[in-house]
């Protein structure tokens, strides 16, 4: 059956390839709903879903008016599937091959200007939990981690001496990220001031670097909740989240003249033509460099006075 299919499927998933939560959350959703689509028409197996099947479901979704973006995720889902299926022998052949990709528009980060960034980090309270949010803010802005591993981390993760953090990435792939001084210092702070408070309500240390109110660990819904009361609070021209939080750290570094390859190793992506979409220049910077570079931008230049038109003279067959 389709959902025993699925189900193997999501497990290697996390076994194998050491999907985040989210990834597998998503994968289960799409698949299950091809899957509601194709029982309906009969289709139960695996090797009975050809390629026309999957054309008819693209064109469904389409009819739908589901957004390109939504399109795309769930046909690579889909793809990911029938290859897992073929890799392991269970259909010869992934009816995906040479199914056209849904073509997505292009659109660019949503981030964060300076100012914003600050009002942000000036927004928690010097209470247990403030302290706690203030760390975690600048943490994330410093180092552009994802929401997902910014929670696993361990108090054994941070070397304060060295200014660096290791992370636990996609497929279980580390890397070493950099704190700048900012979160260095809020970090110590909260581990000083504020952690030891929230970790006393629990009775016991799990280890973790940011913690609940509660003393547990913090989850992934509770980083969004987090991020949720501070926008309000906030009140930025655009919604924030923690992966605003990453776009605006690759944004500003490449603004600020770094190396597209050193933006990449940060961020963990596996392909440098993920990173590219953060080579575009904010308005205010082009602004700025125009403002400073064309010789007519540097001064207002009076405009050069146009002569009123001269009246044409009145000659043979003129009018009086």
């Known amino acids: 059956m389709l959902e025993s299919q699925i189900d193997a499927f999501l497990q290697a998933q996390t076994a194998l390839k050491g999907a985040s939560p989210h990834t597998v959350k998503a994968y289960a959703e799409d698949l299950r709903q ?7 028409r009969g289709v139960t ?29 769930k046909m690579a889902s889909l793809r990911s599937f029938f290859s897992f299926l073929a ?36 927004a928690p309270d010097q209470k247990p939990l403030g302290l706690r949010d203030r760390a975690l803010l600048e943490t994330l802005y410093a180092s552009g981690m994802r929401a997902g591993e910014l929670v696993s981390l361990t108090m054994a993760d941070v070397d304060f001496e060295a200014g660096v953090i290791r992370v636990v990435g996609k497929r279980n792939k580390e890397r070493v990220t950099l704190l700048g001084r900012q979160a260095v210092t809020a970090l110590q702070t909260y581990l000083r001031e504020g952690r030891p408070t929230l970790v006393a309500a629990q009775g016991e240390d799990g280890g973790a670097l940011f913690v609940n109110r509660y003393g547990g660990h913090l989850s992934d819904r509770g980083v969004r909740k987090l991020f949720t009361r501070y926008c309000a609070q906030v009140a930025t021209r655009l919604k924030i989240t923690p992966h605003v939080l990453r776009h605006t750290f690759a944004t500003h570094l490449l603004a600020g003249g770094a190396d597209l390859r050193v933006v990449q190793e940060l961020l963990g992506h596996a392909s440098i033509g993920t990173t590219q979409i953060y080579t575009h220049v904010t308005t205010e910077r082009l602004q ?11 001064a207002e230049v009076p405009p050069t006075p146009v002569p009123p038109p001269t009246p044409p003279e009145l000659g043979a067959g003129g009018r009086d």
């Open 288 to 298: 700025e460099v125009h403002r400073k570079a064309h010789p007519r931008a540097k």
């Open 87 to 122: 890799h392991q022998s269970v259909i010869p052949r992934s009816p995906a091959i040479g199914l056209r990709s849904v073509k997505q528009d292009k659109r660019l980060p949503k981030f964060l200007r300076a100012d914003e960034v600050e009002a942000l980090m000036a």
């Open 34 to 40: 091809f899957a509601g689509f194709a029982e309906a």
């Open 45 to 73: 197996e695996a090797a009975a879903v050809d390629t026309p099947l999957l054309r008819a479901y693209l064109q469904h979704m389409q009819q739908a008016d589901l957004a390109r973006a939504s399109r795309a995720r």
